[in-house]
């Protein structure tokens, strides 16, 4: 069986940046083990799957190499990117039906919006195991599907070094390390990030939509902002602008198709 298969790399507007995802679009649903297969073989934070079930539907599943997840933001940016780019789409919006429920994305000026579930953070005791993991003492610790490290500084983000047997020990899905942009690093950005998901097979992701869904509330509340500009700072980084709006978070943010081709399994 002949598949087509993208690679899409989000939240960049140029190649080699930003977060690559896998893009196989599918008229029906392969089994589950294929889908794991494919992902593992692609080897990528993400590769999603979609089956059109309307006009502008869609069914969506994210898996990483190891497990599938329940929400990943760049690979529906990606799927966004493929369908407007490559297969033709028009509608003013797409919607797309996940295990988070239904995810609306618009196109506007070449940049992607996507709609996504607040996940608010409640606030934890300082916890020694996460900061030796992690490669330093956070101000804050904060739990929602992820725990988020709160440090004073982008320095001291950008010199986490963590031990990821010991995070993925931990039993957390992922770990969020953020701290106020330093506008001589990071100009014009509100927050900077870095995420860790070893747990799921992933050791550091580039650009992660889902953890802005527990970021954005938190540095909204801070900063007393809605709109934010918003940096990971990962090796290979990405931006995107983001609008927190009751309980849900909007993240603007582009994306460069890479390759195109087919897959045979």
């Not at 690559?20 to 649903?29: G, Q, S």
């Not at 509608?91 to 996504?116: E, I, N, Q």
């Not at 900077?192 to 953890?211: H, I, L, N, Q």
């Amino acid at each position: 069986m002949r598949l087509p298969l993208y690679q899409v790399d989000a939240f960049t507007d140029e190649v080699f940046r930003g977060n690559p995802a896998a893009v196989c679009p599918l008229e029906t649903w392969l089994p589950d083990a294929t889908m794991q297969g494919i992902a593992s073989e692609n080897n990528l934070a993400e590769t999603a799957f979609f089956v059109q079930t309307g006009p502008a539907q869609y069914h969506l599943r994210w898996f990483t190499p190891e497990v599938e997840v329940d929400l990943c933001g760049h690979a529906t940016l990606a799927s966004a990117a493929v369908l407007y780019e490559k297969l033709r789409q028009d509608a003013p919006a797409v919607t797309f039906d996940t295990r988070s429920g239904a995810l609306k994305v618009t196109r506007d000026d070449g940049a992607y919006t996507l709609d996504l579930p607040a996940r608010r953070a409640r606030p934890l005791p300082p916890d020694r195991h996460v900061a030796v993991a992690l490669g330093g003492e956070p101000a804050e610790l904060w739990l929602a599907r992820d725990c988020m490290a709160v440090y004073t500084t982008e320095a001291e983000v950008l010199a986490l070094t963590p031990d990821m047997s010991k995070l993925k020990a931990l039993g957390v899905f992922g770990f969020i390390a953020t701290a106020p942009a330093d506008q001589t690093r990071s100009p014009g950005a509100d927050f900077v990030s870095r995420f860790f998901a070893p747990a799921a097979g992933v050791a550091e992701d580039p650009v992660t939509g889902s953890a802005h869904c527990t970021l954005v509330p938190y540095w909204a509340d801070r900063l007393a902002k809605t709109t934010l500009e918003a940096r990971q700072v990962s090796r290979r980084g990405g931006a995107m602008r983001c609008v927190i709006d009751g309980n849900r978070v909007r993240l603007t943010g582009r994306a460069v198709c890479y390759f195109e081709g087919t897959i045979t399994v």
